[in-house]
């Protein structure tokens, strides 16, 4: 198979592509998330790049959908995230109560009385419904490896991190905690960082949605989906609210492990490929989803 060396200026990438295929596929297998809104079909003209042959010639104006490789080149891409803004504030606020999906709570456990074999997992879960009311508490078996040596170590003094009825990790001592939210728009993704303990946004981050390389639009890409899967787009997403979690992280100061929830809102068909799921049962009638929650 005859292979291609293209170098992108701007990123400094250095990429081993295949005769033959188009520059706008060899950007989306180096990981460059090009804009192609009408999904390579040569209609928009986003996905225009400059290129030229290494260390000589002009510098050539190309649309990458178009345009096949044949032979080494250097290009030059278009920075699409450069002006862009996330909308992190509205114009009212509606006053609501709300209750955090994550509780972190102090506990003191009871000790284990000589003669008695009462589980430290049984004694965890008193603990529990006696500060935070009675549920049906569940927690992963790892982290009950670690309860009987963080009980002894602190005398069954510790703090733990809820949602709901299950325990998300244990400690010796206080310390924030946070929730992290998305919202996976078709154009773009808005990010942010909360406090767990009174729902302060601590970070706020976006950027393009990058699925916008298989299509401008929920249709195109769902078209695309439908012919060569929905794997990609959901990859792509994956990587991008990662990304944008690890900078969320790096602009509170706050370590990634103490992410305890995160929430991720789209519309149906962002749903469905942020899940990987084909959106297939919404380009037919009678358009129902495959799943609504």
Same mark, same amino acid.
């Given at each position: %198979? +005859?292979? $291609?060396? =293209?170098?992108? *200026?701007?990123? /400094? @990438?250095?990429? !081993?592509?295949q005769a033959g295929q188009t520059l706008l596929e060899a950007q989306v297998a180096a990981g460059l998330r090009p804009d192609a809104p009408c999904g390579g079909q040569g209609t928009c003209g986003k996905c225009l790049?400059? =290129?030229?042959?290494?260390?000589?010639? $002009?510098?050539?104006? *190309?649309?990458?959908?178009?345009?096949?490789?044949? +032979?080494?080149? +250097? @290009?030059?891409?278009i920075d699409r995230n450069r002006d862009m803004r996330v909308l992190s504030e509205g114009a009212a606020a509606v006053e609501?109560?709300?209750?955090?999906?994550v509780e972190c709570v102090a506990l003191q456990v009871a000790p284990c009385q000589t003669g008695e074999s009462v589980a430290?997992?049984?004694?965890?879960r008193s603990a529990l419904d006696a &500060?935070?009311?009675?549920?049906?508490?569940? %927690?992963? *078996?790892?982290?009950m490896a670690k309860l009987g040596g963080l009980l002894r170590k602190t005398g069954g003094k510790i703090v733990a991190a @809820? #949602?709901?009825?299950? *325990?998300?990790?244990?400690?010796e001592s206080e310390r924030t905690c946070y929730m992290a939210a998305f919202d996976v728009g078709t154009t773009s993704i808005a990010g942010y960082l909360i406090k767990a303990d009174d729902l302060t946004v601590s970070a706020k981050a976006g950027m393009l949605n990058p699925q #916008?390389?298989?299509? !401008?639009? $929920? =249709?195109?890409?769902? /078209?695309?989906?439908? +012919?060569?899967?929905? &794997? #990609?787009?959901?990859?792509? $997403?994956?990587?991008? @609210?990662? &990304?944008?979690?690890?900078?969320l992280c790096s602009r509170a100061g706050a370590a990634r492990e103490m992410v305890l929830a995160v929430s991720v809102v789209? /519309?149906?068909? %962002?749903?469905?490929?942020f899940l990987g799921i084909s959106p297939d049962s919404l380009a037919f009638a009678p358009y129902n989803p495959t799943v609504s929650n």
């Open positions: %198979m +005859e292979m $291609v060396q =293209i170098y992108f *200026v701007r990123e /400094n @990438v250095r990429f !081993a592509a790049a400059e =290129i030229r042959r290494p260390g000589r010639g $002009v510098w050539e104006t *190309v649309k990458a959908c178009q345009t096949p490789l044949r +032979e080494d080149l +250097e @290009v030059r891409t609501a109560g709300c209750s955090p999906w430290d997992w049984t004694r965890l &500060s935070l009311g009675k549920r049906e508490w569940t %927690m992963d *078996v790892p982290l @809820v #949602a709901g009825t299950q *325990v998300l990790d244990l400690w #916008a390389q298989y299509g !401008a639009d $929920v =249709i195109q890409r769902a /078209n695309y989906a439908l +012919e060569h899967g929905a &794997s #990609a787009l959901a990859d792509c $997403v994956h990587q991008a @609210v990662d &990304s944008l979690l690890g900078e789209g /519309n149906t068909c %962002m749903h469905h490929l």
